[in-house]
């Protein structure tokens, strides 16, 4: 718009320079012809036709600023349109935007109150977990259990089928023993499993910092460990009257602690096996009760083989009396199939057969109120 008018304005004082340049010569040329007589009115006429050129000029420039003017509104416009609208449509998406980002930023914020909540919730029953199983050996007990519990139905073993817990037995003395699981074996026989915790010592030995203190806590664990051993072996589960092998199970739940003790004296398991007792941990007690449920499915299949076996006698036992059946079926079919024939024979075969001996009678005026079949008629004609 600029170039445009500066281009008007250029030639606006080309004009306004072609006019001054030629007006004296014009009003010189006037005045001669004039004889010089009229000087006022030639000076007149000079402002007149300044005037009229000035107006002449501002109109010609006006005309063509509106015109520059309309023309670059309309090309503005062209393109600024389009703009305005493209901007309108980001305007939109941004708010659009910024409504679904806060919505997100409120829920995200929910999230992560209720996981803050819940890892606090969790870091309390950890704590209340942990001070539990350090000072209360009942409850120590009762997280073992649980531990062979799930072991128990992990390898695919039903309680009531393939174990029992918590079942009183009388010893040799009528005294009640309390076994923590007793595990069936499919040849009737039953293994004992008994649970032992030692992590009171074994918590304090890894909590604690001092060198002298954790030798102490550290042989409070071994000592835990073979007192367990010696309690166990004092019970004499192996006399309960049960058909079991003649060693039984002792499970301790935590497997780094047993690992702990077994470092530190090697001849714990020499001491259990001494007094018919194995040390199991997570790992060796998984294998040993993967075994008994593969020993179940064994007997299974072999039970369920025998009841194929029996099924299958007795199917075939069933077969053959059919079969006896059918042939007595086709004999009985021949015999009345004869018997019929040597009855149709009397009744329609022979000069003297029955239908026209029947006939006859009726020929001969015997009343009666029905007449034989046509075709046995004409079957004995």
């Given at each position: 718009?600029n170039?445009?008018?500066?281009i008007?304005?250029?030639?606006i004082?080309?004009?306004?320079?072609?006019?001054?340049?030629?007006?004296?010569?014009?009003?010189?040329?006037i005045?001669?012809?004039?004889?010089?007589?009229?000087?006022?009115e030639?000076?007149?006429?000079?402002?007149?036709?300044?005037?009229?050129?000035k107006?002449?000029?501002?109109?010609?420039?006006?005309?063509?600023?509106?015109?520059?003017?309309l023309?670059?509104?309309?090309?503005?416009?062209?393109?600024?349109?389009?703009?305005?609208?493209?901007?309108k449509?980001?305007?939109?998406?941004?708010?659009?935007s910024?409504?679904?980002?806060?919505?997100?930023?409120?829920?995200?914020?929910?999230?992560?109150?209720n996981?803050?909540?819940?890892?606090?919730?969790?870091?309390?029953?950890?704590?209340?977990?942990?001070?539990?199983?350090?000072?209360?050996?009942k409850?120590?007990?009762?997280?073992?259990?649980?531990?062979?519990?799930n072991?128990?139905?992990?390898?695919?073993?039903?309680?009531?089928?393939?174990?029992?817990?918590?079942?009183?037995?009388?010893?040799?003395?009528?005294?009640?023993?309390?076994?923590?699981?007793?595990?069936?074996?499919?040849?009737?026989k039953?293994?004992?499993?008994?649970?032992?915790?030692?992590?009171?010592?074994?918590?304090?030995y890894?909590?604690?910092?001092d060198?002298?203190e954790?030798?102490?806590?550290?042989?409070?664990?071994?000592?835990?460990?073979?007192?367990?051993?010696?309690?166990?072996?004092?019970?004499?589960?192996?006399?309960?009257?049960?058909?079991?092998?003649?060693?039984?199970?002792?499970?301790?739940?935590?497997?780094?602690?047993l690992?702990?003790?077994?470092?530190?004296?090697?001849?714990?398991?020499?001491?259990a096996?001494?007094?018919?007792?194995?040390?199991?941990?997570?790992?060796?007690?998984?294998?040993?009760?993967r075994t008994?449920?593969?020993?179940?499915?064994q007997?299974?299949?072999?039970?369920?083989?025998?009841?194929?076996?029996?099924?299958?006698?007795?199917?075939?036992?069933?077969?053959?009396?059919?079969?006896?059946?059918l042939?007595?079926?086709?004999?009985?079919?021949?015999?009345?199939?004869?018997?019929?024939?040597e009855?149709?024979?009397?009744?329609?075969?022979?000069k003297?057969?029955?239908?026209?001996?029947?006939?006859?009678?009726?020929?001969?005026?015997?009343?009666?109120?029905?007449?034989?079949?046509?075709?046995?008629?004409?079957?004995a004609?």
């Amino acid at each position: 718009m600029n170039v445009s008018l500066l281009i008007v304005g250029i030639l606006i004082l080309l004009l306004l320079g072609f006019i001054a340049f030629r007006l004296p010569k014009l009003i010189a040329s006037i005045s001669e012809n004039s004889n010089k007589n009229n000087t006022e009115e030639v000076e007149q006429l000079q402002k007149i036709l300044s005037l009229e050129f000035k107006n002449l000029a501002n109109e010609i420039f006006d005309e063509k600023a509106k015109k520059i003017s309309l023309t670059n509104k309309e090309s503005i416009s062209a393109i600024l349109d389009p703009l305005k609208e493209k901007i309108k449509t980001f305007e939109e998406r941004v708010e659009s935007s910024n409504k679904e980002s806060l919505q997100w930023n409120i829920q995200l914020k929910e999230q992560i109150k209720n996981l803050k909540e819940i890892n606090l919730q969790m870091g309390k029953e950890a704590e209340n977990l942990t001070h539990a199983l350090k000072g209360d050996s009942k409850t120590q007990g009762n997280w073992g259990e649980i531990q062979i519990e799930n072991i128990l139905q992990k390898v695919g073993l039903q309680e009531g089928l393939g174990y029992a817990k918590e079942e009183n037995l009388k010893n040799e003395d009528g005294e009640n023993q309390r076994l923590d699981y007793i595990v069936n074996l499919p040849d009737g026989k039953k293994i004992i499993i008994d649970s032992k915790v030692s992590l009171t010592a074994y918590a304090e030995y890894y909590n604690s910092e001092d060198r002298e203190e954790r030798k102490k806590y550290l042989k409070e664990h071994v000592k835990s460990v073979n007192n367990h051993v010696k309690g166990l072996s004092e019970k004499n589960y192996q006399n309960l009257g049960i058909n079991q092998p003649d060693y039984i199970l002792m499970f301790l739940a935590n497997e780094p602690a047993l690992g702990l003790a077994l470092i530190e004296d090697q001849e714990i398991y020499d001491k259990a096996l001494e007094n018919n007792i194995v040390i199991v941990s997570t790992s060796t007690l998984l294998a040993t009760l993967r075994t008994v449920a593969f020993m179940w499915k064994q007997d299974n299949q072999n039970k369920h083989a025998l009841e194929i076996a029996r099924q299958s006698g007795a199917l075939y036992d069933k077969f053959c009396s059919f079969s006896e059946d059918l042939i007595k079926i086709g004999s009985n079919i021949e015999t009345t199939k004869k018997s019929y024939s040597e009855a149709m024979k009397k009744l329609v075969d022979g000069k003297d057969n029955l239908i026209r001996k029947s006939e006859r009678l009726r020929e001969l005026g015997a009343k009666a109120s029905k007449k034989i079949n046509s075709k046995l008629v004409d079957r004995a004609d």
